[in-house]
């Protein structure tokens, strides 16, 4: 990871998010759309997630890790960094993805707290992520629980003494919880809402995804609940 230090305004948080190469993305997908519609969901999720973390007042960068140059250009894009996914991130995808992030990003934070962020929350609002970042002040170590309660959609170490040790995939909840971190009350649906499933695009759909979100699943025909109430026919 080669990059210019830029250090971001001091008390502003910098946020990571990681999002792996589009061909291997959202796999719990695929009985519902091809490869292509799959690709664009991605690309849009990310495109809403992106948007609504920079207009959050209490970002001051945002930072995308990925191997894929399509992701790359969306975040360039969008106003955000990226770094390419390390050669060896230690055996273990996307935490080892992040914690090399956070070691290149953690050498030019000001004072902000370093922020992983899940990228396909296509109902994010800046507010529910600027009020989130506010609660987190209290906690050297916090999280947002996701929609499930057994994810994590937003993991943020405000203390930049602390080890960031990032501990994402299945159930990540409780291993946060159980390395110190704090999980904050709070109404966010939408920052709680990360789409892996399709019960997650139905949900995501009612509650009412960003614009490049909702235009890609017009534009792909998506139904919610479409399968799921013809499987029973
Ligand atoms: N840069 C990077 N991002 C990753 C890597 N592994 C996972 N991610 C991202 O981390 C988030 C959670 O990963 P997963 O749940 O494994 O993958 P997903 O694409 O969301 O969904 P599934 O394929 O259905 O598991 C997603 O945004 C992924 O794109 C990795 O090796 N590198
Ligand atoms: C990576 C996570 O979730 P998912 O695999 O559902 O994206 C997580 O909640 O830590």
Redesign the pocket.
């Known amino acids: 990871m080669d990059v210019a230090p830029r250090t971001p305004p001091p008390g502003q948080a910098h946020v990571l998010?990681?999002?792996?190469?589009l061909d291997?993305?959202?796999?719990?997908?695929?009985p519902r759309l091809g490869p292509a519609d799959r690709n664009a969901l991605?690309l849009a999720m990310?495109r809403d997630t992106l948007a609504a973390a920079r207009s959050a007042p209490a970002v001051g960068e945002v930072t995308?890790?990925?191997?894929?140059a399509t992701?790359a250009e969306a975040a360039e894009a969008a106003g955000a960094r990226w770094y390419r996914?390390p050669e060896d991130?230690g055996g273990d995808?996307?935490n080892?993805?992040?914690r090399a992030a956070a070691r290149v990003a953690a050498s030019r934070v000001a004072d902000g707290p370093l922020v992983a962020l899940?990228?396909?929350l296509p109902c994010l609002a800046g507010t529910e992520l600027s009020e989130a970042l506010d609660r987190a002040r209290s906690y050297p170590r916090a999280i947002v629980v996701d929609h499930h309660g057994t994810g994590t959609s937003a993991l943020i170490v405000g203390d930049p003494s602390t080890e960031f040790d990032p501990r994402?995939?299945?159930g990540s909840a409780r291993r946060h919880l159980d390395s110190g971190a704090t999980a904050l009350a709070g109404n966010w649906p939408g920052l709680r809402l990360?789409?892996?499933?399709a019960a997650d695009l139905d949900a995501a759909a009612v509650l009412g995804p960003g614009p490049a979100t909702a235009e890609t699943l017009h534009r792909i025909g998506w139904q919610p609940g479409y399968r799921r109430s013809t499987e029973f026919i």
């Open positions: 998010i990681a999002v792996k190469d291997r993305a959202k796999s719990r997908l695929a991605v990310l995308v890790i990925t191997p894929d992701v996914d991130p995808g996307l080892g993805v992040l899940q990228g396909d994402f995939g299945a990360d789409v892996d499933t």
